[in-house]
């Protein structure tokens, strides 16, 4: 197993690379960011578990031996390192029966997936600017587009920056007219009395969901927010459990789910999440805002899943990512619009060789949301 460490001026990327004794490979990511060193070392945690398995078809032995047998709650962090692992072997999986993912998650329910756009919005936080980016990205073909207008606030957020979160939303609404989607991204940042004061005032933009205005764990605080509003609320990125996301839709009643593979462990609990979310009429937004290997995933599972509305691309992303190059993507995209191929496994060709010369020890701090002007997205030097 070889675990590959790629500095990215957003977030690290960490790739695994798994070999068959026939010489096939299967690649999986498990880029979390901001705790890379924590993931690798997990993988080199679990490597004996990998080593020892008699196939690549014995996902459920790995998941048990990772998520059960290790008697300590790695949380997101050990979930990462199992979808690293997962995500290649089911590559190799597909690869072996010379069929796409989407084929042995139950086949094709989307033609193509719609997709929105985000990171679009790297500009000084100044409504004209802003609202410049937007027309841009609409004129690429999206249909949607997502924005966290808040800048650094965090908890509560004061009159004066309020005011100008709120010229940011209407300068974009106006900008991109009232047929093109707009979806207001919370990171997490606010309590619910902040959240439901601003869910109120943006009420009139008619946004597709507020995202995660409310950090994960705030239970009492998502169920009193999806009550208040008539704004769908998204949530679930940065859970990793399947009884989180359980709660998550039957006791809160979220409607718009947000997964992502990485974060609960791959794919197979990614597919269990999905038809969870069916189960009681939610919506699937897959999270992926991480490298080309997961995106790859997020449109398999997407494109057999009826109910995934929207996935989310980072608009221009391949352009400041080292690692782009050497991962070439078989998802097409055209304008706001993607679509999977029939290519075998989850579509992704790379070379090792080359993977490995950019294989990095260094540390970088990668991205903080809580930070003034991280909305530049500017590498730390």
């Known amino acids: 197993m070889h675990v590959i460490r790629i500095a990215h001026p957003w977030k690290t990327r960490i790739f695994t690379v798994l070999t068959r004794d026939d010489g096939m490979q299967g690649i999986g990511e498990a880029t979390v960011g901001q705790l890379s060193n924590a993931v690798v070392g997990a993988l080199r945690d679990i490597e004996p578990f990998v080593l020892g398995l008699e196939e690549c078809h014995d996902i459920s032995i790995l ?41 042995l998650l139950g086949g ?4 193509r997936l719609r997709l929105y756009a985000n990171g679009w919005y790297k500009g000084d936080r100044d409504p004209t600017t802003i609202a410049e980016l937007a ?45 093109v989607d707009l979806i207001v991204e919370g990171h997490s940042r606010f309590d619910v009395g902040t959240a439901r004061r601003i869910a109120l005032i943006i009420q009139e933009l ?30 679930g990125e940065s859970l990793w459990r399947i009884d989180q996301f359980a709660h998550l839709v039957k006791t809160i009643g979220i409607r718009v789910v947000q997964c992502d593979p990485i974060h609960v462990g791959g794919i197979t609990t990614s597919r269990v999440i999905s038809e969870m979310t069916l189960a009681h009429n939610g919506i699937l937004a897959l999270h992926s805002a991480s490298g080309i290997v997961n995106e790859l995933v997020c449109a398999h599972i997407s494109t057999a899943s009826p109910h995934a509305i929207l996935l ?13 190059p050497l991962i070439q993507s078989s998802f097409e995209v055209t304008g706001g619009f993607g679509k999977v191929s029939d290519t075998p496994g989850i579509g992704a060709a790379f070379s090792l060789e080359k993977l490995l010369l950019l294989n990095t020890e260094m540390i970088r701090r990668d991205q903080n949301l809580f930070e003034r002007g991280w909305e530049l997205r500017k590498a730390d030097e």
Do not use: H, M
Request: charged share 30%; with cysteine.
């Open 63 to 103: 998941r048990n031996r990772i998520l059960r047998d290790i008697y300590a709650d790695g949380g997101q962090i050990s979930c990462a390192a199992l979808a690293g692992v997962e995500i290649a072997l089911w590559d190799l999986i597909g690869k072996s029966a010379r069929l796409p993912l989407y084929k």
């Open 108 to 111: 094709r329910s989307q033609l």
């Open 135 to 179: 027309k841009k990205v609409v004129s690429k073909g999206y249909t949607a587009l997502k924005i966290d207008p808040f800048g650094s606030n965090w908890r509560t957020v004061s009159r004066n920056e309020l005011e100008l979160a709120v010229k940011i939303l209407q300068e974009v609404r106006e900008a991109i007219g009232d047929k």
């Open 206 to 235: 008619n946004p597709l969901w507020f995202e995660e205005p409310l950090p994960y764990s705030d239970i009492r605080g998502y169920k009193e927010l999806v009550r208040s509003t008539g704004i769908p609320i998204a949530a």
């Open 312 to 324: 989310e691309r980072f608009d221009d992303l391949e352009k400041e990512d080292p690692s782009a």
